[in-house]
């Protein structure tokens, strides 16, 4: 969505904080148009004070949610990929997930636990929340986010195993349908030694554990 002549967006935040964000000034106008019309059929005044810039605000929102759609995850990790002969597990957990459902459009969040045995190659440990969020901010299933994060982690760096867990609460569950605002959802994938069960116990363990 990034682009050179967009129109930056300036929010003063906390202690003076400046947070900008580019968008596309005509694709905001399209989406502003669609979400005007969305409010008006749900039976709302756009005309009132408080909803005057809410099309704009939701478009430019919706746009920041989905950016994962203009991130190439493969190219995310390939840019930090380091020749190192290592070959315990590393870990990196609880990183924080935030997603869209595909089927309602509402939200589903959590923790991600992501781990790989190294083959010769490790990676930059910041470049893994990163390809999470590549895959995360787009219109997802939870099913289908894991797959997409360890078939990346596996087809890039080949690694001995590749192993995921998320566990999310989901919007679609707890605000409509069942109502049933404590479930959580966990989803894991694995390959290599992580298909063997001391190598899976192994890594269940440590992303259970508390090193503080």
């Known amino acids: 969505m990034i682009n050179d002549h967009n129109i930056p967006d300036r929010d003063e935040g906390i202690n003076g904080y400046l947070k900008i964000d580019r968008y596309n000034p005509e694709l905001i106008q399209s989406l502003s148009a669609n979400y005007l019309e969305v409010l008006k059929h749900i039976g709302e005044n756009t ?38 002969e290592y070959s315990q597990m590393v870990i990196v957990k609880d990183i924080e997930v935030y997603s869209m459902c595909e089927h309602h459009m509402l939200p589903f969040f959590g923790k991600a636990h992501i781990a790989y045995i190294p083959n010769g190659y490790v990676v930059g440990l910041s470049k893994i929340p990163r390809i999470v969020d590549a895959f995360a901010r787009r219109l997802q ?6 797959n997409e994060i360890r078939d990346c982690i596996q087809e890039t760096l080949n690694p001995i195993g590749v192993g995921v867990v998320i566990e999310c609460r989901h919007l679609c569950m707890s605000m409509r349908g069942v109502q049933k605002q404590n479930s959580v959802t966990t989803t894991s994938a694995f390959t290599g030694e992580f298909l063997k069960g001391q190598t899976r ?12």
């Open 141 to 146: 299933v939870q099913e289908r986010l894991t």
């Open 47 to 84: 005309e009132r004070e408080g909803l005057l810039k809410t099309p704009e605000r939701i478009a430019k929102a919706m746009l920041y949610l989905t950016h994962g759609y203009d991130l190439d995850a493969k190219e995310i990790l390939n840019s930090a990929m380091f020749k190192e």
């Open 201 to 212: 116990t192994e890594f269940l363990n440590l992303i259970s554990s508390n090193l503080s």
